[in-house]
């Protein structure tokens, strides 16, 4: 059990392209912290920068107080998740968990107490002596975790685990992640794309893009203070409505009106006759498009102000230019080419500065 | 849709043509081809084996497995088996072995793979015949550069005398032809095994002799055995044009393949029988081999 | 990874390099040979340095020919090197592509035993049956030609598994809107099927023009006269019996035109080559 810290770490590969641009992170220890951004954000890299299966370029990696940016993979006493589980294919389920120690030079009744243990929590007992191919996804992926838990690491690392399941199954095995976590007490650090994933598993959250950290925190605290437009459109779904102020008659008083571009999220704009409270915005829309799905109703609506000022682009989950999606629960709703207006309240707006860098409140 | 599997447990296409006589006419010049030019010889072959040709040639008579017997009898019959096997051994184990060396070095990120690749890979590109000149040159007892250099090591080299130094010329010509062939199928198989799997073996604790002993060997292994039987084939037939070559079977028939007996002794003719009995005996040990790679080989292919 | 990286990268470029001087010394060897005298070699003096006679040896090979035991140019055999590997690679490809059409895209009786008669092919190479093969290419009075000298060759079935195995892969829907356009079974092999053979058809023709041309024993059985040699039969006959007549840099010059097609395509278009080999080898 150990903390890991990453100071100033940077990776540039041949040919000056710098995947990594200088990041600071601290996992204490027995925490679960996800690493989350779009695909080419480094996410991955920085966490083979860890396992040691990337060279650091400049800046240190700390496990256990220990500086391992010239220790191997096999001396950093860390377990590795792969997004395709890398079982060894010539070996039984048993041979697979028992191979990291055997390398070890443990005594076989040890190992075979081990890996028996970490098969009775994964409950893949039954499965012992069968090979990688005679298995599921699903069970194969709980072999690759077996594998890492009976080596006791201090640190384990998970590369998308979770990418290659169905759904249904994906949903599941994130509640077993997170109850195993928590029941071992190990440092993780987990990559995905998927925010959701990021949200419900993580305890330090880490929000990447194009090599950089655009935020760390606690999940709920991100979600409602994103600190850029990136981490505003990244986090939570259906994607934060972002609009840019110049030009549009959008009015905000006092300080707030130093900002470049405002974010309201779907769900805090409400279906409204009255005007808005003071310090908070109504929007004037025409109804485009509905989309029921039982519990709530999607509404999609253009600005009926002038002004085709595009929306802000952060890539996530992108809006057409001038659109504003509304969340509305249950399942009544305005129809097509209806004029509504919606509210929000000043406590739900998000102010960013004009290049989206910067929260403004 | 997937293909259905018809009566005799063969795949075919759902969706197909109707034509009559279509069909026919398409395989016909193949048929013709491989009626003329193998199934007839074959079987010639296997006729005139069991049939005995008299001295003037005159008349032809049954004679059951009699021309086998002889064949099989005759001491140096035996021991020309024995060497071919003996040689396809010795070339497929160097040749692997050393293909395999420069496969796993190849294999790794280095700067220049893809050129050390196509510099490894030319040799298959160079005929039997051709690899015999030129080794037949570097070894010349008399203006060989090679020859020199072994003879200033104290080393007696005279392959024209002795049998045994012409066998190792031989088997040393074979295997460096081959080389590249068993490096182009090592690569590949080397790069078929995912990456992700060698790393969580170094994350495992497994130094990279270790890694190549438990992992990517027994991986390897079906490329191995193929490569095993394809290597031993090559030895019984594709090594004519470099015994021809350098040795033409000598000193005193100590390079003497099957393959070779069966081209010398027609060439002497008369013994239409016996030279017949031979092909056949060589046809049987090839579709041994080959039901053989059928078998065992394809069986362990999938993981 | 990090570990060693430097040491285990230097141990692999001293083993690669060492790979390739293996490989490329005695093809070195041969250049440097040809370009320098007959004496200087018989003398066993040459140096390992290319000497200055490549304008003078080369000439002499193509078009005069070596003083061995054949007297005929090197231009020759190269031409009919050249012209018994392309009937053969063109030859095969052409009768298997029609071959594995029928077995694939038809349904008709003795499907099955015309496949396994044409598959059995595969287990027997030439080298078993040549005496036989000889006799009958001599009653059809082909000794000594390009036909006598391909047409035994084609006889395997490589290519049709492959176009078979092909065939197989290629989507029912593409045969099933083609036919909803119309078209017949020679239109939907021209129009749609070869144009989609493309690559399998460029691979393979690589390995079988190689094959072809690096043929050995089958030429030198069927072709007596001079100017039938190929390149691999002549320059097996220009090695004299005794050391003294060879005219090595002319023999070594040869070699190393004998080498130049195939090594050209195999670099040129290695990944067709590679690719032809693994496929052909499956």
């Known amino acids: 059990m150990a903390n890991v810290v990453l100071r100033n770490v940077r990776k540039t590969y041949a040919g000056n392209v710098e995947a990594i641009k200088g990041v600071d992170l601290e996992v204490g220890d027995g925490q679960f912290c996800v690493l989350v951004g779009p695909s080419g954000c480094g996410k991955s890299t920085l966490l083979r920068m860890v396992a040691g299966l990337e060279t650091i370029t400049s800046g240190e990696i700390d496990i256990g107080g220990r500086v391992v940016n010239d220790v191997e993979p096999a001396e950093r006493d860390i377990a590795m998740v792969f997004q395709n589980y890398a079982l060894y294919p010539h070996m039984s389920v048993y041979n697979n968990m028992a191979y990291g120690l055997r390398n070890r030079g443990m005594a076989k009744p040890e190992i075979d107490t081990r890996v028996r243990e970490a098969a009775q929590i994964l409950e893949i007992v039954p499965m012992l002596e069968r090979k990688p191919r005679q298995l599921s996804g699903g069970q194969r992926q709980r072999v690759a975790m077996g594998r890492a838990i009976v080596r006791q690491p201090k640190v384990f690392l998970f590369d998308e685990p979770l990418s290659n399941l169905d759904a249904k199954l994906r949903i599941a095995m994130r509640v077993e992640i997170r109850k195993l976590q928590r029941r071992l007490n190990t440092t993780s650090i987990y990559v995905t794309h998927d925010q959701l994933e990021a949200m419900t598993l993580a305890d330090i959250l880490v929000v990447m893009n194009g090599g950089v950290v655009e935020q760390i925190g606690n999940p709920l605290e991100i979600y409602q203070k994103p600190a850029t437009t990136f981490v505003a459109s990244f986090i939570g779904a259906p994607p934060m409505n972002l609009i840019p102020l110049q030009g549009t008659d959008i009015g905000l008083a006092g300080k707030d009106s130093a900002a470049g571009i405002l974010g309201i999220r779907p769900e805090d704009l409400v279906l409204s006759d009255q005007p808005a409270g003071s310090g908070g915005v109504a929007l004037d829309l025409t109804v485009e498009a509905i989309e029921q799905v039982g519990a709530e109703t999607y509404v999609y609506g253009v600005r009926s102000q002038r002004g085709d000022t595009p929306t802000v682009s952060a890539r996530p989950g992108e809006l057409p230019p001038g659109e504003i999606l509304v969340r509305v629960p249950g399942q009544i709703g305005p129809g097509i080419g209806e004029r509504i207006q919606v509210v929000a309240t000043h406590d739900k707006l998000h102010l960013f500065s004009a290049d989206g860098r910067k929260r403004v409140d | 849709m997937a293909p259905a599997?018809?009566?005799?447990?063969?795949?075919?296409?759902?969706?197909?043509?109707?034509?009559?006589?279509?069909p026919y006419a398409l395989v016909a010049p193949q048929l013709a081809i491989v009626l003329i030019f193998f199934y007839w010889p074959a079987a010639q072959a296997v006729i005139q084996s069991f049939l005995l040709q008299d001295a003037f040639g005159l008349s032809t008579s049954f004679v059951w497995f009699d021309n086998y017997k002889d064949v099989l009898g005759a001491s140096?019959?035996?021991?020309?088996?024995?060497?071919?096997?003996?040689?396809?051994?010795?070339?497929?184990?160097?040749?692997l072995s050393l293909a395999l060396l420069l496969a796993v070095?190849?294999?790794?990120?280095?700067?220049?793979?893809?050129?050390?690749?196509?510099?490894?890979?030319?040799?298959?590109?160079?005929?039997?015949?051709?690899?015999?000149?030129?080794?037949?040159?570097?070894?010349?007892p008399s203006l060989g550069v090679l020859a020199h250099g072994l003879r200033?090591?104290?080393?007696?080299?005279?392959?024209?005398?002795?049998?045994?130094?012409?066998?190792?010329?031989?088997?040393?010509?074979?295997a460096w032809k081959q080389i590249s062939y068993n490096f182009l199928f090592f690569l590949a198989g080397l790069q078929a095994i995912p990456s992700s799997v060698i790393e969580a073996a170094a994350i495992d604790g497994a130094r990279p002799a270790r890694r190549f002993w438990t992992i990517v060997f027994p991986l390897l292994s079906p490329t191995i055995f193929f490569l095993i039987v394809i290597n031993i084939v090559y030895a019984f037939f594709d090594t004519f044009g470099i015994i021809d070559t350098i040795t033409r079977g000598g000193p005193a028939n100590s390079t003497v393949t099957l393959v070779y007996k069966v081209y010398e002794d027609g060439l002497l003719g008369g013994n239409l029988g016996g030279s017949a009995a031979q092909s056949v005996i060589l046809m049987g040990i090839v579709i041994a081999l080959t039901a053989i790679q059928f078998r065992f080989v394809e069986r362990k292919v999938n993981y | 990874m990090v570990e060693r990286r430097r040491f285990g990268n230097i141990f692999a470029h001293v083993v690669l390099c060492i790979g390739v001087l293996i490989v490329a010394f005695p093809i070195y060897l041969a250049f440097v040979a040809s370009t320098q005298d007959t004496a200087?070699?018989?003398?066993g003096q040459m140096s390992l340095l290319p000497g200055g006679h490549f304008l003078e040896t080369y000439y002499k090979t193509l078009f005069i020919g070596s003083s061995g035991t054949t007297r005929e140019p090197v231009s020759v055999m190269l031409f009919n090197s050249?012209?018994?590997?392309?009937?053969?690679?063109?030859?095969?490809?052409?009768?298997?592509?029609?071959?594995?059409?029928?077995?694939?895209?038809?349904?008709?009786?003795?499907?099955?035993?015309?496949?396994?008669?044409?598959?059995?092919?595969?287990?027997?190479?030439?080298?078993?049956?040549?005496?036989?093969?000889?006799?009958i290419v001599a009653d059809l009075h082909l000794l000594d030609s390009y036909a006598g000298l391909s047409l035994p060759l084609i006889a395997s079935a490589t290519a049709t598994l492959l176009f078979r195995q092909f065939?197989?892969?290629?989507?029912?829907?593409?045969l099933e809107a083609s036919?909803?356009?119309?078209?017949?079974?020679?239109?939907?092999?021209?129009d749609t099927l070869l144009p989609l053979s493309r690559t399998n058809m460029a691979a393979l023709f690589v390995i079988l023009f190689i094959l072809g041309w690096n043929q050995y024993l089958w030429p030198l059985l069927i072709t007596t006269r001079d100017d039938m040699q190929t390149v691999q039969t002549g320059i097996r006959k220009m090695i004299a019996s005794s050391d003294a007549l060879t005219e090595w840099p002319v023999v070594m010059a040869t070699a190393i035109l004998a080498m130049l097609p195939p090594v050209f395509i195999v670099v040129a278009m290695q990944k067709l080559f590679v690719r032809g080999l693994v496929e052909t080898e499956k």
Do not use: C
């Open chain 3, 179 to 190: 036919r909803i356009d119309g078209a017949g079974p020679f239109r939907f092999f021209w």
């Open chain 2, 152 to 174: 200033a090591m104290g080393f007696d080299w005279n392959p024209l005398l002795d049998g045994n130094q012409a066998a190792s010329l031989i088997i040393l010509a074979a």
């Open chain 3, 82 to 135: 050249f012209v018994m590997a392309m009937m053969i690679a063109v030859g095969k490809i052409a009768i298997s592509i029609i071959s594995a059409y029928a077995i694939v895209y038809f349904r008709f009786p003795f499907r099955m035993s015309i496949f396994w008669l044409i598959f059995i092919t595969l287990m027997l190479p030439v080298e078993v049956r040549i005496y036989p093969t000889y006799k």
């Open chain 2, 5 to 22: 599997h018809d009566g005799r447990g063969v795949m075919q296409k759902q969706t197909v043509f109707q034509s009559r006589l279509l």
């Open chain 3, 167 to 174: 065939f197989m892969t290629v989507p029912d829907e593409l």
């Open chain 2, 105 to 140: 070095m190849a294999d790794k990120p280095l700067r220049g793979s893809a050129l050390y690749r196509t510099f490894l890979i030319w040799p298959y590109a160079v005929a039997p015949p051709v690899v015999g000149v030129l080794w037949v040159f570097m070894l010349n």
């Open chain 3, 40 to 43: 200087t070699i018989a003398n």
């Open chain 2, 76 to 95: 140096d019959y035996f021991n020309t088996i024995v060497r071919t096997f003996v040689f396809s051994f010795l070339i497929a184990i160097s040749s």
